[in-house]
């Protein structure tokens, strides 16, 4: 498809107005007419209000948009949402031939692949972008957004998803988006678990947290959780970075069933999954990810 052929992104619904979706709108504003939906009616109309958007109360007022943004909870919703289920039509009976689907969810790829196939017999257009930078970043603009999809439905999205992330790239074909969202996730949830064991040895044998936190950020074991995470939700003992521990486990389980169908073999990856999966097991609901750390430190008695 020609990029004259594609539609203007004149009406943009968005469906999903969590910590992360709520963010990320206002950068929309302006942009185009929203349209916003979250099964939170409350959530909806505070999220429209910060965006100059409109809400809807169902789906099927979403007809006309021209490209519909997803941010949801996981694959079983986005596919709800998506080809409809027992409370109606999804997406693809309501949206008409045309129209493009973003889903910035954090879902599997294999599902994803599905609904692009679906949404592509109906002549619809389907990215995967899910995004990296948690709250902060959502509410910046400056979020990290990995793209899967043709090259030329990338370049007709890019100028939206710019609005809410500064480093848009494209990650291969559809599906990739997703696949890389949960690797790297995997990758930060397994950082995260070292630093918690070596700041807890540190802080055991008598350094400063805080200045252990100046030294490391410096030096070569610097990263995003030393860099942000632990400033924001540990260091003050808050506990409250903004992603929860449920949807941390649930990006890992699908990295490490992404590997085993590879058939690379992990060892450290594994060991760090099994260790999620066992905190999740007795956490109370909707806590949040740095609940991991948390209880690694009461283990090591601080």
Do not use: C
Not at 98 to 104: F, L, N, W
Not at 134 to 156: K, R
Not at 180 to 187: D, G, M, P, T
């Amino acid at each position: 498809m020609t990029q004259s052929a594609y539609r203007k992104h004149n009406t943009i619904g968005f469906v999903g107005l969590g910590v992360m979706g709520s963010r990320m709108i206002r950068n929309l504003k302006g942009y185009a007419e929203l349209l916003v939906f979250d099964v939170d009616a409350a959530r909806a109309q505070e999220a429209a209000s910060a965006a100059g958007g409109k809400v809807v109360t169902g789906l099927a007022e979403l007809a006309g948009a021209d490209v519909v943004v997803l941010m949801l909870p996981n694959s079983s919703v986005v596919d709800e949402v998506v080809r409809g289920g027992p409370k109606g039509k999804g997406l693809l009976g309501i949206l008409t031939s045309g129209a493009m689907i973003i889903d910035m969810s954090s879902a599997t790829p294999a599902n994803t692949i599905e609904n692009a196939k679906q949404a592509k017999a109906k002549g619809m257009i389907y990215l995967d972008a899910p995004v990296s930078g948690g709250p902060t970043g959502a509410a910046a603009g400056t979020l990290a957004i990995m793209v899967g999809g043709s090259v030329d439905d990338f370049e007709n999205a890019r100028p939206l998803l710019e609005r809410m992330g500064t480093n848009v790239i494209r990650a291969g074909d559809t599906g990739s988006g997703h696949a890389v969202k949960s690797l790297n996730n995997l990758l930060g949830a397994v950082v995260l678990a070292v630093s918690s064991e070596v700041f807890a040895a540190g802080e055991k044998f008598g350094l400063d947290p805080s200045v252990m936190h100046k030294i490391i950020n410096a030096s070569s074991g610097g990263s995003f959780m030393t860099n942000v995470t632990w400033p924001k939700a540990i260091l003050p003992k808050s506990y409250d970075f903004g992603f929860t521990l449920q949807l941390m486990t649930k990006d890992v389980g699908i990295a490490m069933s992404l590997i085993e169908s590879t058939g690379v073999q992990t060892k450290l990856a594994k060991l760090g999954a099994e260790m999620w999966a066992e905190t999740m097991k007795d956490a109370p609901a909707g806590v949040d990810m740095t609940e991991f750390t948390r209880r690694i430190m009461k283990e090591a008695g601080l």
